[in-house]
């Protein structure tokens, strides 16, 4: 079983306008108010855009590593409401947003699952988040972490492999207030929302893991997905560390942990990876000035091996975002990557190395 995850994807704004269909540009934040600024912004710093582009151009030479690889499943973290909205979420400030018609971006990289416990699902109100389930659905694409009631969004999802594969990967999500996630986005048994950790303690991660548990067969890959922590910074939360090793302590065997704007440090705890902030992946940040030391356009595609329920291979293929199109980063961004990932995993009791390919390859120090 191998599985493609990555961090967050953010195919609103300014991606969503060089799409086919956008949607009305008028913004509610105080940096800008016409997303196609966004458009702009990128241009500048790397060149035109012929927009409209088709549904595979956002992915660019991230569709080759996904062929090449051929994961089972593909998880993504949709940072994103899919819908045609327009009433914002009162003083959120920022609202993430892409046009319904133009969910064909999800499908040309044959996505599986979308994570949906984020702090931007519900921008454009509960009925751009029903709107976004069921556009994700009517696409065949599958969500966990929220939805029309708190059943819902805590409910696992299960994702068989692929043809030519074998063996299913469950999937739990959450999010949690450190995050950004407003405490009024909880989902409930009669109001929609996201399934929300307000607390990260053993409490919390013994009923995640009771949920698996409850479908949990014989083969299974048991992935927790979590929306917790600040955009910017290396430096793991000690109770991020204890709710992740409570999770693996009860059988979980990934912790796909997303929300930071670059990707942090790797730990392998009892063999199994947990993937603190797996950091961006595609967005519309690339003209925005400021924490440029972070290398926010530099992202991470990760792909998690598995054989009899033990991990075989945990290999990251360095991307950069350009012209709002990712490529493969170049030998120089992959090793500064490998440097940073290196440093602050060490902490962890990981070593990450880089191969000949350019791509990184995490393992345990023993």
């Given at each position: 079983?191998?599985?493609?995850?990555?961090g967050?994807?953010?195919?609103?704004?300014?991606?969503d306008?060089?799409?086919?269909?956008?949607s009305e540009?008028?913004?509610?934040?105080?940096?800008?108010?016409?997303a196609?600024?966004?458009v702009?912004?990128?241009?500048?710093?790397?060149?035109p855009?012929?927009?409209?582009?088709?549904?595979?151009?956002?992915?660019?030479?991230?569709?080759?590593?996904?062929r090449?690889v051929a994961p089972?499943?593909?998880?993504?973290?949709?940072e994103t409401s899919?819908?045609?909205?327009?009433?914002p979420?009162?003083?959120?400030?920022?609202n993430?947003?892409?046009?319904?018609?133009?969910?064909?971006?999800?499908?040309a990289?044959?996505?599986?699952l979308?994570?949906?416990?984020?702090?931007h699902?519900?921008?454009?109100?509960?009925?751009?988040l029903?709107?976004?389930?069921?556009?994700?659905?009517?696409a065949?694409?599958r969500?966990v972490?929220?939805?029309?009631?708190?059943?819902?969004?805590?409910?696992?999802?299960?994702?068989a492999?692929?043809?030519?594969?074998?063996?299913?990967?469950l999937?739990?999500?959450?999010?949690?207030?450190?995050s950004?996630?407003p405490?009024?986005?909880?989902?409930?048994?009669?109001?929609?929302?996201?399934?929300?950790?307000?607390?990260?303690?053993?409490?919390?991660?013994?009923?995640?893991?009771?949920?698996?548990?409850?479908?949990?067969?014989p083969?299974?890959v048991?992935?927790?997905?979590?929306?917790?922590?600040?955009?910017?910074?290396?430096?793991?939360?000690?109770e991020?560390?204890?709710?992740?090793h409570?999770?693996?302590?009860r059988?979980?065997?990934?912790?796909h942990?997303?929300?930071?704007?670059?990707?942090?440090?790797?730990?392998?705890y009892?063999?199994?990876?947990?993937?603190?902030?797996?950091?961006?992946?595609?967005?519309?940040?690339?003209?925005?000035?400021?924490?440029?030391?972070?290398?926010?356009?530099?992202?991470l595609?990760?792909?998690?091996?598995?054989?009899?329920?033990?991990?075989?291979e945990?290999?990251?293929?360095?991307?950069?975002v350009r012209r709002?199109?990712?490529?493969?980063?170049?030998?120089?961004d992959?090793e500064?990557l490998?440097?940073?990932?290196?440093?602050?995993?060490?902490t962890?009791?990981?070593?990450?190395?880089?191969?000949?390919?350019g791509?990184l390859?995490?393992r345990?120090?023993?």
């Open positions: 079983m191998r599985l493609f995850l990555c967050d994807l953010m195919t609103g704004r300014g991606i306008q060089i799409l086919p269909h956008p540009p008028k913004l509610y934040e105080s940096y800008l108010e016409d196609r600024d966004y702009l912004l990128a241009e500048k710093k790397n060149g855009i012929a927009r409209p582009v088709d549904f595979p151009y956002v992915w660019g030479e991230a569709l080759d590593e996904l090449r089972d499943v593909r998880i993504v973290n949709l899919v819908t045609r909205s327009d009433e979420w009162p003083l959120k400030g920022i993430y947003r892409m046009h319904p018609r133009n969910v064909g971006c999800l499908t990289a044959e996505i599986d979308c994570v949906l416990a984020n702090n699902v519900l921008d454009w109100e509960r009925a751009g029903l709107e976004t389930l069921d556009t994700l659905h009517g065949g694409l969500t972490g929220a939805g029309r009631s708190s059943a819902e969004a805590e409910e696992v999802a299960v994702v492999a692929r043809a030519g594969g074998s063996g299913r990967v999937v739990a999500a959450a999010a949690e207030p450190s950004g996630v405490y009024g986005w909880e989902a409930t048994p009669r109001e929609p929302g996201v399934a929300l950790v307000r607390d990260l303690d053993i409490r919390e991660a013994r009923a995640i893991c009771e949920r698996l548990d409850a479908i949990r067969q083969g299974d048991a992935v927790v997905s979590l929306h917790w922590g600040s955009n910017w910074g290396y430096e793991v939360p000690r991020h560390v204890r709710f992740a409570a999770l693996v302590d059988g979980v065997d990934l912790v942990g997303h929300s930071s704007h670059h990707p942090r440090p790797i730990e392998l009892r063999g199994r990876p947990i993937l603190y902030g797996c950091g961006d992946l595609l967005t519309d940040y690339e003209g925005i000035r400021g924490h440029e030391e972070f290398r926010g356009d530099l992202g595609m990760y792909f998690a091996s598995f054989e009899r329920g033990e991990l075989t945990l290999r990251m293929t360095p991307m950069r709002m199109r990712l490529e493969r980063a170049s030998r120089s992959a500064w490998t440097d940073v990932l290196a440093r602050t995993s060490r962890h009791g990981s070593e990450i190395s880089l191969t000949d390919d791509s390859v995490a345990e120090i023993r």
